[in-house]
């Protein structure tokens, strides 16, 4: 009675095991679910992919390492000169702004009823120092004999400028300017004085058949309205007047600041 006690458990046991796995599952010999030997395809797919780009990543790296190296001899030749010159160019650039704006707030300035009441002689030497404030290498040159040039100036670059200076008394209303002046200071300012540029200053005015006779024979004219902005530091003589060409070089250069000491 016993041992069919005892199957009868064993039967029942067995039936609540095969009750416990689930649905559409298969059981080995012992009972439990077999495992599940199939792939997970996506998961694969993004591993494999994972693994490919950090390949091409390595090969990239390897690669422009390998370029790097080669031209690394011809880009210090090259980019270093090229870095060193920007880093000049932005040094002097720097040096003559604050020049020109140190002219602008302490520079040598005139208003025009200072200049129109001076003596001839004084305009000429007011003109000199105008020029020395913008960095000319100027001197007074005016006088017996002067050959149609009262002052004689260099700039920056080294050319030569040959400046006829006339006052007017009676300021624009004075007598203007003609054409035979012109003729004179273009008659003498490269074969005499060896000026690269001619130029006429004056409180007065121009004729009107002189503005185009200057134009045409490269005669620059500086009027009394011209004067009155350059007098004032509204700027630069290169640059106040059209169609001349301003030097390369700059007063605030260093090698411009030993030639004018000596």
């Known amino acids: 009675m016993t041992i069919a006690r005892t199957s009868a458990l064993a039967a029942e046991s067995a ?30 797919a993004m591993v494999a992919t994972a693994v490919l780009g950090g390949l091409a990543l390595i090969a990239g790296i390897v690669v422009l390492g390998n370029w790097l190296d080669s031209i690394w001899w011809p880009s210090t030749t090259v980019l270093g000169p090229a870095c060193f010159l920007l880093a000049v160019w932005g040094y002097r650039r720097e040096g003559r702004q604050k020049w020109e704006e140190r002219l602008r707030r302490t520079g040598l300035k005139y208003s025009l009823a200072q200049l129109d009441a001076l003596h001839y002689r004084r305009f000429e030497y007011a003109v000199r120092d105008l020029m020395r ?82 134009k045409t024979h490269g005669i620059h004219l500086v009027d009394r309205h011209l004067l009155e902005t350059w007098a004032a530091g509204g700027g630069l003589l290169w640059d106040l007047i059209d169609n001349l060409p301003a030097p390369k070089r700059h007063p605030s250069d260093s090698d411009h600041k030993k030639a004018r000491r000596k």
């Open 15 to 44: 039936d609540d095991a095969l009750d416990s796995v689930p649905p559409g599952a298969t059981t080995g010999t012992s009972g439990e679910p077999a495992p599940d030997n199939t792939w997970d395809w996506p998961e694969v």
């Open 133 to 214: 404030r913008d960095g000319f290498r100027a001197e007074r040159t005016g006088g017996g004999g002067d050959d149609a040039c009262d002052v004689r100036a260099v700039d920056p670059d080294g050319r030569i400028w040959a400046v006829q200076v006339k006052h007017r008394r009676d300021g624009a209303a004075g007598k203007k300017i003609g054409v035979p002046v012109l003729q004179q200071v273009k008659g003498t300012a490269q074969p005499v004085h060896g000026a690269t540029f001619a130029l006429i200053v004056t409180n007065g005015g121009f004729s009107s058949k002189a503005v185009p006779w200057g």
